[in-house]
């Protein structure tokens, strides 16, 4: 009889079950990106960069040293083998001619310049800028210093390790415009010459005029870099906030003593508190000891001083060691700017985190689906064309898959600059009021370490139907307002 006596409660579990007693399992919620390099094809994982090379509206993709193109949103086409490209690293992509096609730096050895001819075929232009004779660059960002209608080339260099670090002076050069390519312009110096790694320009007071944000690493203070007449450049970064937290002091392999700061690695650019005013989140690798700045959430202040505000601890962003790379977007259309941060070391797992407001951010990477190898690679881009932004990362193609749920409404603008503002509009920002909101974006041509996302701007508008107010603040200077619609990609030229 013993072995009988647990039949009964089973039975009753069956049956109970067979009547509806217990909910039934529900279906497993829909990750927010799927995983589409099968579909889309290999691309390699060095850092990308993304941008329209051709003008047909599809953003094409530059990774290791390779062209993809887009081909209409449904996968991408390795065009290397007749490009005539011959650059290898990463890579940044702006008009530096102002003819109307995008052209390309390379930042391997002593750099590449590839001229954009037009159906993806490039002329070697490396002997109209003169070399990187310290061949340590990891990461260049282009923009108009001196707005006088041409995007110069900051190119950042890193470091010799040699049981301790030799780092690599930082180079700025000078676009002469049309096809007389750059000259040398300005190389750090001193206490200047810190190892970096990413590259940000960005617009700090507002006053049209780009200031240069440079992620350094070991614990170095970072670069922010305005425009002097007289030295052309001055760091400013310590005085406003932005140089990262100072520590005790650590003495480099050239005997020199810096001021511990952080690992930085690849920083992003973004209004995060929709104020119009451009935030910083700093991406810094940072080992346990507590002198090691962790990664930090910069909010720019705005006038009268534009200092910048740590959020950092509100922000409360989980510390992981590895943090490397960190690339801003809306991924869910709902008018917040998120973020997702890579890690390089095994064990640690990038992160993907959604803006809530007021400077607060929630996990989000499980609900993302997103799970990529230790990478530097990180960029955002609408690839298919359905109004919310993919990704690539750890050498997968991510497609966003939200908009079959959450039917957020989003704006996308693709500006052309003429005269003092460069072709490629790079520096530009644009605000556009929906709603009795707020949002900003600018044009970049590169951020974190060696990473580009689309020149084409991307607005999440969440429930908001329009009509749009649309106020650019053009490159060089001038100011132009527009009326839009949502769902719409609208072009603007400087001028109309």
């Given at each position: ?208 005029k780009p200031e240069i944000y440079v992620s350094n690493y070991r614990l170095a203070p970072n670069h922010l870099w305005f425009f002097d007449p007289k030295t052309v450049l001055k760091d400013r970064g310590m005085e ?257």
């Open positions: 009889m013993p072995r009988f006596r647990f039949i009964l409660p089973a039975l009753l579990v069956l049956a109970a079950a067979s009547i509806g007693v217990f909910p039934a399992a529900q279906p497993a919620e829909r990750p927010w990106f799927r995983d589409a390099t099968k579909e889309y094809g290999p691309i390699g994982g060095g850092p990308p960069a993304f941008v329209d090379l051709d003008g047909d509206g599809w953003p094409d993709l530059i990774c290791d040293g390779r062209i993809f193109r887009n081909d209409q949103g449904k996968r991408f086409v390795d065009v290397t083998k007749d490009s005539g490209i011959a650059g290898s690293g990463t890579a940044c992509v702006a008009d530096i001619d102002n003819d109307g096609k995008p052209d390309i730096y390379f930042c391997g050895g002593a750099g590449n310049l590839c001229r954009n001819l037009g159906n993806f075929k490039f002329a070697d232009w490396t002997k109209k800028i003169p070399p990187n004779k310290h061949t340590r660059s990891l990461a260049a960002a282009f923009g108009d210093v001196d707005g006088d209608g041409n995007v110069d080339l900051y190119v950042s260099n890193y470091e010799d390790w040699k049981d301790n670090t030799y780092p690599y002076p930082h180079l700025l050069y000078r676009n002469l415009g049309g096809d007389k390519g750059f000259e040398l312009w300005f190389e750090s110096k001193g206490d200047q010459v810190l190892p970096g790694r990413g590259v940000n320009f960005l617009d700090v007071d507002g006053d049209g406003l906030g932005a140089a990262g937290k100072p520590g005790p002091n650590v003495r480099y392999g050239d005997g020199r003593m810096i001021r511990c700061c952080g690992h930085t690695i690849g920083s992003c650019v973004a209004d995060f508190d929709n104020d119009t005013h451009l935030d910083i989140l700093v991406a810094n690798f940072s080992h346990p000891p507590a002198y090691q700045n962790r990664t930090q959430f910069l909010r720019n202040t705005g006038p009268p001083n534009y200092k910048f505000e740590d959020k950092s601890e509100i922000a409360n962003l989980r510390w992981q060691e590895s943090y490397a790379v960190a690339v801003a977007g809306d991924v869910d259309n709902d008018g917040l700017v998120d973020f997702f941060l890579t890690t390089v070391y095994a064990g640690d797992k990038s992160v993907m985190y959604r803006n809530l407001g007021g400077w607060k951010f929630a996990d989000v990477t499980k609900e993302s689906g997103v799970s990529t190898a230790t990478t530097y690679q990180a960029g955002f881009a609408d690839i298919n064309g359905d109004g919310y932004l993919d990704m690539v990362s750890g050498g997968q193609v991510w497609i966003n898959t939200q908009g079959e749920k959450l039917k957020h409404n989003y704006l996308k603008v693709r500006l052309e600059g003429t005269g003092k503002c460069n072709h490629s509009a790079v520096g530009s920002r644009v605000i556009v009021k929906a709603g009795g909101k707020t949002f900003t974006r600018q044009v970049e041509a590169g951020t974190g370490s060696g990473c580009q996302n689309d020149l084409t701007l991307h607005f999440g508008l969440g429930a908001d139907k329009g009509p749009l107010d649309v106020t650019i603040h053009w490159a060089g200077g001038g100011t132009s307002t527009h009326r839009a619609e949502v769902n719409k990609t609208v072009a603007i030229r400087h001028g109309s």
